[in-house]
């Protein structure tokens, strides 16, 4: 079975009979982090590494409430959401 870490993006190969905790959610057909879903109650994204690219801040910043140009690039969204 194929989970994804939905703080961190990772995906993981376990067996069928290996519980996890509830970070842990099924991976889906992606192999990559998710970038966009982003929620309030999950936190911001991670700033390095899967799941830290400019679509998953600007989701989030968008979430919280902070307009985003279309200019602006990731470290600029970090900034203006004050995580930076």
Known sequence: MRLRNRSTGVV?????DKPLGAEWGPAGSSAGPPDTDASD?????PKAGP????????????GQGIDVDDDMGRDDIIAAVGEG
Not at 41 to 45: K, Q
Not at 51 to 62: H, I
């Open 51 to 62: 799941g830290s690219s400019r679509d998953a801040w600007s989701g989030y910043a968008t």
């Open 12 to 16: 993981v190969n376990v067996r069928d």
């Open 41 to 45: 109650d999950e936190g911001p994204p």
